[in-house]
């Protein structure tokens, strides 16, 4: 019988250069010894794209902390060996953050040993694909929403926006704040994807040149909340339109991580910044974000916003996700 230890892992490994520059190799010649330290290991059965991992896998600095790495912050998958009495073989799990696929080998790979503490048990009935159709961006997306709820709002105070509508954060976002019953208008770059944010519940598209484009400290109030993945000119934007007492979830950096923006929305009409960080999210909140993602995250988001890829197709994938061209979620299969 084979030994654990020599089972085959096939995994996509970043090495850096001399001259500073990142290569990625699909490699199959790797063993499950290979794997760095860990406490339990995973067979992983489906992994995702975020937008980091387009910016780790295009060789983009500040991601990738260590090398060799094998970059994916997410994946799912089944415990093959545990030394966690939580985890037991045969469990089902998920993982999402903790530095995983920046620090620590992550999920663009067949196995990967990890650390119980990061892992969180799948909700009942969730397989590994629709785990990873949800992913980080999906998870974010929800604790976007509680951050919302836990604020005070409701989809009585007004309508919410959401920004970089037709990405992976963004998607899910409208989709769950449309079927919690909010008013959702969607900000797009993308006209072409009306019928698409449409499906998933959005009201009304603005375009994406409508907030970056607002130069005074504040306009008319609009929203009485929105969740960002944008960033910069955008996220100021909004803030200048929400609503008095209004909250913004800031969520992203897609469109820059600067903020020029002033004190007066926060000071003259009392509103809230709140910010999201899904990496270090604690486990007993994560918990109850992925129950809440198995029960209420309608079925059109995984129908109609979900494409499936094979390991092979990632580091044709990367650009086009810094590119803002991918649409929803992307589930990457090892
Ligand atoms: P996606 O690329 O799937 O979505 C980003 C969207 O932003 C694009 O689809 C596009 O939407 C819009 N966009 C892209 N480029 C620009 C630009 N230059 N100016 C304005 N809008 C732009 O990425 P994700 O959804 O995976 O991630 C979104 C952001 O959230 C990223 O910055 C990511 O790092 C961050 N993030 C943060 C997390 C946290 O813990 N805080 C966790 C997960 C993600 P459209 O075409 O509709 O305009």
């Known amino acids: 019988?084979?030994?654990?230890?020599?089972?085959?892992?096939?995994?996509?490994?970043?090495?850096?250069?001399?001259?500073?520059?990142?290569?990625?190799?699909?490699?199959?010649?790797?063993?499950?010894?290979?794997?760095?330290?860990?406490?339990?290991?995973?067979?992983v059965e489906a992994s995702s794209l975020n937008y980091k991992d387009g910016m780790a896998v295009a060789g983009r600095p500040g991601i990738v902390r260590k090398f060799p790495m094998v970059p994916g912050i997410d994946l799912a998958g089944t415990v093959l060996e545990s030394?966690?009495?939580?985890?037991?073989?045969?469990?089902?799990?998920?993982?999402?953050?903790?530095?995983?696929?920046?620090?620590?080998?992550?999920?663009?790979?067949?196995h990967a040993?990890?650390?119980?503490?990061?892992?969180?048990?799948?909700?009942?009935?969730?397989?590994?694909?629709?785990?990873?159709?949800?992913?980080?961006?999906?998870?974010?997306?929800?604790?976007?929403?509680?951050a919302?709820?836990?604020?005070?709002?409701?989809?009585?105070?007004?309508?919410?926006?959401?920004?970089g509508a037709a990405g992976g954060v963004g998607s899910v976002a409208v989709a769950l704040l449309a079927a919690a019953g909010w008013r959702v208008v969607a900000s797009t770059g993308r006209a072409e994807e009306e019928e698409y944010l449409k499906s998933l519940g959005a009201a009304e598209l603005?375009?994406?040149?409508?907030?970056?484009?607002?130069?005074?400290?504040?306009?008319?109030?609009?929203?009485?909340?929105?969740?960002?993945?944008?960033?910069?000119?955008?996220?100021?934007?909004?803030?200048?339109?929400?609503?008095?007492?209004?909250?913004?979830?800031?969520c992203g950096l897609a469109g820059g991580s600067d903020l020029p923006?002033?004190?007066?929305?926060?000071?003259?009409?009392?509103?809230?910044?709140?910010?999201?960080?899904?990496?270090?999210?604690?486990?007993?909140?994560?918990?109850?974000?992925w129950e809440r993602l198995n029960r209420e995250l309608p079925a059109v988001l995984l129908s109609s916003g979900v494409s499936e890829y094979p390991l092979s197709e990632v580091q044709e994938l990367a650009p086009r996700i810094l590119a803002g061209q991918v649409r929803g979620r992307t589930v990457i299969v090892p």
Not at 2 to 11: D, F, I, L
Not at 90 to 102: K, Y
Not at 123 to 138: C, F, L, W
Not at 154 to 163: H, I, K, L, N
């Open 83 to 110: 030394q966690d009495e939580r985890y037991r073989p045969g469990d089902a799990v998920l993982l999402t953050g903790w530095g995983v696929g920046e620090g620590h080998w992550g999920g663009f790979a067949s």
């Open 261 to 289: 923006t002033t004190v007066l929305p926060f000071i003259l009409r009392g509103a809230t910044l709140l910010g999201i960080d899904s990496v270090m999210c604690p486990p007993e909140r994560r918990e109850r974000a």
């Open 148 to 163: 919302l709820e836990e604020y005070g709002l409701t989809p009585d105070s007004g309508d919410v926006v959401v920004t």
């Open 206 to 250: 603005i375009g994406r040149d409508v907030l970056s484009g607002l130069k005074r400290p504040l306009e008319k109030e609009r929203f009485a909340a929105g969740i960002d993945s944008v960033g910069s000119t955008t996220l100021a934007g909004l803030l200048a339109c929400l609503k008095r007492g209004g909250a913004a979830a800031a």
């Open 1 to 43: 019988m084979t030994q654990p230890n020599s089972q085959a892992v096939r995994a996509l490994v970043l090495t850096q250069n001399d001259d500073k520059s990142v290569r990625a190799d699909l490699r199959g010649d790797l063993t499950v010894s290979d794997l760095p330290e860990g406490n339990v290991l995973v067979r």
């Open 113 to 146: 040993r990890v650390q119980g503490d990061w892992l969180t048990h799948r909700p009942e009935g969730m397989d590994a694909k629709k785990a990873m159709a949800i992913g980080t961006a999906g998870f974010t997306a929800m604790l976007a929403v509680m």
